[in-house]
């Protein structure tokens, strides 16, 4: 897959560095020669020192042949245009960029640009290591709206439904796994002491199904 990385910052230099040793062809392109500096020096993609807006640039680059481009700058004017641009004009079928201001994320939904807000999805996923350091998030969809957590199962949880678990929360059941072999759990599913069990939820609805898992190790506060 031909992949272009516009900006090569702290995150362009590192998601292109990803890229070249997945086995993609990588080209970078930023308008300082000094950035490339970032990347690592087994990196052996191609460089190009340039404005990202120029068409020769993005030419030279392959945009007219890439699979996708992710641009990455500190600027978000300038990613929201780039990205228009790739997607309008050279019809890159898969176009991502990056959200610098979290204020700005209604331009990016108002052209209906791919984005990550890593900032806003950085400090989501501080919170939750700080109020839910026993459970573990293993997929994270968007900007962190949606997440799949895991955790198991301990003494005060075994006996109890999916049902009673998740009641009333902004979740529903992905997996249970016991015993070695995973299978789909319906709210009815009762639990045991060791199950692994994953969850999609909201932060909120994460929140609820944590509070109930009081120090007792009982839903719900029943001692």
């Known amino acids: 897959m031909k992949v272009i990385v516009i900006g090569c910052g702290r995150m362009g230099a590192e998601l292109a560095y990803q890229l070249y040793k997945s086995g993609q062809d990588v080209s970078v392109i930023d308008d300082s020669d000094d950035a490339f500096k970032l990347l690592p020096a ?53 176009v991502v960029a990056r959200n610098y201001d979290p204020q700005l994320r209604p331009l990016y939904d108002a052209f209906d640009i791919q984005y990550i807000t890593a900032t806003g999805w950085a400090a989501q996923r501080l919170e939750e290591m700080i109020y839910h350091s026993e459970v573990r998030t293993v997929f994270s969809a968007g900007n962190g709206e949606i997440e799949i957590y895991e955790f198991t199962i301990g003494d005060g949880c075994a006996g109890n439904t999916f049902k009673s678990l998740l009641a009333g929360a902004e979740a529903i059941p992905v997996s249970l796994t016991r015993s070695g072999k995973s299978v789909l759990p319906n709210m009815d599913s009762i639990l045991e002491l060791g199950d692994i ?27």
């Open 197 to 223: 069990i994953h969850v999609s939820s909201t932060l909120e609805g994460v929140k609820m199904l944590r509070s109930r898992i009081c120090p007792s190790g009982k839903i719900g506060g029943k001692k």
């Open 42 to 94: 087994d990196f052996n993609g191609r460089f190009f020192e340039g404005d990202a807006m120029s068409y020769d640039i993005l030419r030279r680059a392959g945009i007219e042949k890439c699979d996708s481009l992710a641009v990455v700058t500190n600027n978000d004017p300038l990613n929201l245009v780039i990205a228009r641009v790739a997607r309008e004009e050279f019809k890159v079928k898969n």
